[in-house]
T-cell receptor, first 110, second 116 residues
Framework: DSGVTQTPKHLITATGQRVTLRCSPR?????VYWYQQSLDQGLQFLIQ???????AKGNILERFSAQQFPDLHSELNLSSLELGDSALYFC?????????FGPGTRLTVL | QQQVKQSPQSLIVQKGGIPIINCAYE??????FPWYQQFPGKGPALLIA?????SEKKEGRFTISFNKSAKQFSLHIMDSQPGDSATYFC???????????????FGKGTHLIIQP
C-alpha cells in the first residue's frame, strides 16, 4: 500500500458526460501527479500540482482539468467524455523526486 | 514521439533465471531513471531508481545498469521467482534543482512471466 488513495475505484459513464476523480496524497507529500494508462498509449503524464499550484503539464487534453486544494487532495475533471477516454487514471504523490502511485480509477465511457 | 523505448514487450524466464529488460531514451536532459513494477489491478510500485552519475545500482535481487553514452539502461532480476511475474516499466524524468521532479516519461512496459 503506497499510502495514496483514489476514489472511486470504478466509474462507468456515457459519452458527453463529465466526471471527477479524486486523489489523496501520502501524508506530507506536497506534489500530486496525474497519469493516464491505456492499452494503446501506455502510461502518460497528464499534469502535476505542487502545494496548490500547477507545476508541469504533459499530454493533457483541453477537456481535462485538475486542481489541488488547501488540504492537498487533488481532483481531475474530465468533460465531454469520448469513448477513447476509457482508461485507468492514476495519481501519484511525492515529497522529493520519488513518485508513489495510488491504486487508480478505472473509467469506462459507453 | 516515443522518448523512452523499452524491450522486450514480453519475456518468459524459468525460475532462478535472470530476466533482463532494456530501455533507451532520447532526451539527454533526463537525470532520473526509475523502474516500476505493476501487478494486475494495482498501481505501479517503485522498484529501484538510478541517477546518471552512477553506472550500476543494486537493491536486493534487482540491479539497474546505466550507460550514459549509449543513452540506455536495463533492469536485471537475480534468482527470479514466480512472484516476480508482473509488468515492468522503465521511466525517465527531470529533477528540479530545488527538489522534486517533473512528470515521468514511461516505456511501453514488459510483461514478465517467471515459470516455476
Amino acid at each position: 500500500d503506497s499510502g495514496v488513495t483514489q476514489t472511486p475505484k470504478h466509474l462507468i459513464t456515457a459519452t458527453g458526460q463529465r466526471v471527477t476523480l479524486r486523489c489523496s496524497p501520502r501524508s506530507g507529500d506536497l506534489s500530486v501527479y496525474w497519469y493516464q494508462q491505456s492499452l494503446d498509449q501506455g502510461l502518460q503524464f497528464l499534469i502535476q500540482y505542487y502545494n496548490g499550484e500547477e507545476r508541469a503539464k504533459g499530454n493533457i487534453l483541453e477537456r481535462f482539468s485538475a486542481q489541488q486544494f488547501p488540504d492537498l487532495h487533488s481532483e481531475l475533471n474530465l468533460s465531454s467524455l469520448e469513448l477513447g477516454d476509457s482508461a485507468l487514471y492514476f495519481c501519484a504523490s511525492s515529497v522529493a523526486h520519488e513518485q508513489f502511485f495510488g491504486p487508480g480509477t478505472r473509467l469506462t465511457v459507453l | 514521439q516515443q522518448q523512452v523505448k523499452q524491450s522486450p514487450q514480453s519475456l518468459i524466464v524459468q525460475k532462478g533465471g535472470i530476466p533482463i529488460i532494456n530501455c533507451a531514451y532520447e532526451n539527454t536532459a533526463f537525470d532520473y531513471f526509475p523502474w516500476y513494477q505493476q501487478f494486475p489491478g494495482k498501481g505501479p510500485a517503485l522498484l529501484i531508481a538510478i541517477r546518471p552519475d552512477v553506472s550500476e545500482k543494486k537493491e536486493g535481487r534487482f540491479t539497474i545498469s546505466f550507460n550514459k553514452s549509449a543513452k540506455q539502461f536495463s533492469l536485471h532480476i537475480m534468482d527470479s521467482q514466480p512472484g516476480d511475474s508482473a509488468t515492468y516499466f522503465c521511466a525517465a524524468g527531470l529533477m528540479y534543482s530545488g527538489g522534486g521532479a517533473d512528470g515521468l516519461t514511461f516505456g511501453k512496459g514488459t510483461h514478465l512471466i517467471i515459470q516455476p
